[in-house]
């Protein structure tokens, strides 16, 4: 009887600990095939804002709304507008991916952009970390943002002019 009961509790041990393992692989899959939305990257919107000596450089995201979620920058130094760039971040077939447009003063285009704004595929999103990467451009080939609390740190990266080149953005958020 002993040995009967000792069996039972084993088989039932081993059947709880199976299913248990079972259960926390399905949610482990589960969570490995979730696609990325533009609802992950609500932490991006608001103001944000980044000064160095005479340069002040803004940066706002709306919230996203439909299948895009739209971006501004504007850099002035000396409080004279150096740039201004439009970005969105779009929903798409593929995934996440975010277009950047740039302009000068007159809304005119530059030459280097005059075939169409750039393009980065999303690369990786973990909590509040994202990347986004151009498989075969050189530079920027990576386009980063993190938030930290009331900070924002982007970052550009990439090879410029052949050699490894990097670009860290501080921005705090305006209230």
Partial sequence: MRVGASVLVVVCVSV???????LADEAAKKEAKKVPTLKDLTWLTGTWR?????????EVWNAPQGDAMVGMDHMTV??????????????????????????GKGLR?????KDGPMSWPLKSLEGSKVVFEHPTRAWPKRMEYERQGD???????????????AIPFRFERQK
């Fill in 16 to 22: 709880c600990v199976c299913v248990g393992v079972g």
């Fill in 151 to 165: 900070v924002l740190l982007g970052r550009l990266s990439g090879v410029e002019n052949g050699k490894p080149n």
């Fill in 109 to 113: 285009i530059p030459d280097a952009e």
């Fill in 78 to 103: 000396g409080g004279k507008t150096r740039m201004f760039e439009l970005l969105a971040i779009e929903q798409t077939e593929q995934g996440l991916v975010l277009n950047l447009r740039h302009f």
């Fill in 50 to 58: 980044e000064t160095s000596g005479s340069m002040v450089l803004t």
